[in-house]
């Protein structure tokens, strides 16, 4: 009798002691949506890219981290993609921000591109 209690305290323990639930948002990264102050800042799409006029493909990244470092101070770049559109080409740089939040910036490399 003393065993078959045991074994029911047991069992009620373990049910009990469920593993912590998560949530789809608790398991992805920390992500915004785009608030109005990114869209004034602009890149934050094709349509409103950040246009860099310059000659070379060297002194275009320099434009794109400047800008990056005088818009979001601190940030950190995770990855860095090219796109094409509209006979347009574009630089989309993905970073965080130093609070942790994860954005992307567009910018128009149609100027330097292959340069």
């Not at 998560?22 to 915004?32: E, G």
């Not at 509209?86 to 939040?101: L, S, V």
Request: proline content about 2%; glycine content about 4%; hydrophobic content about 35%.
């Amino acid at each position: 009798m003393k065993s078959i209690f045991s074994v029911l305290i047991f069992v009620t323990l373990v049910a009990c002691s469920s593993p912590k639930k998560t949530t789809a948002s608790s398991t992805k990264a920390t992500s915004a949506k785009v608030t109005k102050m990114d869209m004034m800042k602009g890149g934050t799409s094709f349509d409103n890219a950040i246009v860099i006029k310059v000659k070379t493909e060297s002194a275009g990244v320099a434009e794109e981290y400047r800008w990056l470092a005088e818009t979001y101070p601190g940030y950190s770049t995770i990855r860095k993609t090219q796109a094409s559109r509209e006979n347009k080409h574009y630089d989309i740089i993905t970073f965080k921000t130093r609070e942790g939040i994860e954005k992307n910036a567009y910018f128009d490399i149609t100027s330097f591109y292959k340069k």
